[in-house]
């Protein structure tokens, strides 16, 4: 194991959770760009997640 991974292992992270993250955060650009028509903000990405996981 690389220190790297062993790090990751350690602190909770693993691979797949970081790459099911960056395919959820691109997902949700790719929708916000096409319902906006215009490539959408960090905030507004922020503000659309908050608004749909509040509830939760």
């Known amino acids: 194991m690389s220190a790297e991974n062993k790090e990751g292992a350690e602190a909770g992270e693993s691979p797949e ?3 099911v993250a960056e395919n ?3 997902y949700l650009h790719e929708r916000l760009r096409q319902e906006l028509a215009r490539e959408p903000t960090e905030e507004e ?3 659309w997640l908050r608004q ?5």
């Not at 749909?52 to 939760?56: A, I, K, P």
């Open 52 to 56: 749909h996981t509040e509830g939760y």
């Open 24 to 26: 959820e955060h691109h």
């Open 17 to 19: 959770l970081e790459d």
């Open 45 to 47: 990405l922020n503000e």
